[in-house]
Structures are given as structure tokens and as C-alpha cells.
């Protein structure tokens, strides 16, 4: 994983972001606050995210990367961040 910071911009990208293996794409984009974000996951599992404008959450997406976790029941908040997909 990699996670910088250039002029003010957060950036982080772990994992296959990009799905090449299969994954399935899920995308937020927020031009109001210049958010984006893109997970890939493949089989219930988080394998790739890549994060623009916060990346607040990038250290529990790698994790999860890392790990392989079960993630299918917070698929909905996923995209959301910690806070939101563990509460939910």
C-alpha cells in the first residue's frame, strides 16, 4: 500500500484497486468535498482501495486488505469508512 500527501491532497492505494483479478467495484464520488473512492472486493473479501481527497480510513482499508477478512456484512457502509461499517 501507499499513502501520500502532495499540496494538500490525500492519497492512498493498497491492494489490487484497480480489480484486474475479478473484483467487484464499489465507487463513491464527491466533487463537492473532492472525495473519491474506489474498494474492490472479490468474494467477500476487501482486496484493493484506492482513496483521493481523504484518506482518513486508509490504515483500517489496508488492514482489512491485509487480513482477508469477511467483510460481506458490512458490504453496504464498506465505502463509508470505519466509523459507518462497523456501527451499521
Do not use: M
Not at 493498497?14 to 466533487?31: A, N, S, T
Not at 483521493?52 to 482477508?68: H, K, N, P
Request: proline fraction near 1%; glycine fraction near 16%; include cysteine.
Amino acid at each position: 500500500s501507499t499513502q501520500l500527501k502532495v499540496s494538500g491532497i490525500e492519497l492512498f492505494s493498497g491492494g489490487d484497486f484497480e480489480g484486474r483479478h475479478g473484483g467487484e467495484p464499489i465507487v463513491l464520488r464527491d466533487g463537492c468535498r473532492g472525495v473519491y473512492r474506489k474498494l474492490v472486493l472479490c468474494n467477500g473479501r476487501l482486496v484493493g482501495a484506492l482513496l483521493y481527497g481523504d484518506a482518513a480510513d486508509a490504515a483500517w482499508y489496508a488492514r482489512l486488505i491485509r487480513s482477508g477478512a469477511d467483510v460481506a456484512a458490512q458490504r453496504t457502509g464498506l465505502i463509508f469508512g470505519s466509523r459507518y461499517a462497523e456501527a451499521a
